[in-house]
């Protein structure tokens, strides 16, 4: 899914009642951090940009406000990059295959459900637990050849979360990701 600039937007319109220098700065940050959880961002937003503390639970009240916005928006199959979810359709049988993203784990459980993607993956996980754990966890639980295993992915914390796993790392959707992998997808095809 090309899911960025309906992010963006969340961004944006859960933070509107915050300056829009403040707002331009976090979206330095998170469009350079495409991989990681609004969590982690509401928290950069108000400890690094506006340099004020910020409790947990008042994360969690942003992330839920944010997730709001997401479920309006993301169910949305124009979205969806058509030679993306061709070539899952076609080979989910064939390879074992999973979602492990910096997206709420609820919300994109609920996104790949309504939009009939979830029987294509062996399972779905997000924030939010860091995704350098998700995928170090998804390894362990399913005894996967770290040799045999891809993450494919369109973020620097999708390349990072592969490198510290010890596993291959494909680049998509994302040109700035040809400078750090070998292996760049141009198409699903």
């Given at each position: 899914m090309d899911s960025m600039e309906v992010r963006d937007k969340g961004f944006e319109i859960v933070l509107a009642d915050h300056s829009k220098e403040e707002v331009?700065?976090?979206?330095?940050?998170?469009?350079?951090?495409?991989?990681?959880?609004?969590?982690?961002?509401?928290?950069?937003?108000?400890?690094?940009?506006?340099?004020?503390?910020?409790?947990?639970?008042?994360?969690?009240?942003?992330a839920q406000k944010f997730s709001e916005v997401m479920l309006q928006n993301l169910i949305d199959e124009t979205l969806l990059i058509q030679d993306t979810i061709q070539f899952v359709k076609n080979n989910h049988e064939d390879y074992n295959m999973h979602i492990v993203s910096g997206s709420d784990q609820k919300e994109l459980r609920h996104i790949c459900s309504e939009l009939k993607l979830d029987a294509y993956f062996n399972s779905i996980h997000g924030s939010p637990t860091p995704k350098k754990q998700l995928v170090k966890d998804l390894l362990k639980d399913q005894n996967y050849q770290k040799d045999?295993?891809?993450?494919?992915?369109?973020?620097?914390?999708?390349?990072?979360?592969?490198?510290?796993?010890?596993?291959?790392?494909?680049?998509?959707?994302?040109?700035?990701?040809?400078?750090?992998?070998?292996?760049?997808?141009?198409?699903?095809?």
């Open positions: 331009a700065e976090l979206m330095k940050f998170h469009r350079k951090n495409g991989g990681l959880s609004r969590y982690v961002k509401f928290r950069h937003f108000f400890e690094e940009i506006k340099k004020l503390e910020i409790t947990e639970e008042e994360v969690k009240e942003y045999e295993t891809i993450l494919i992915g369109d973020s620097i914390n999708d390349y990072e979360a592969a490198e510290e796993n010890g596993i291959a790392f494909y680049g998509f959707n994302n040109i700035e990701l040809k400078k750090l992998s070998n292996t760049y997808v141009e198409k699903f095809v």
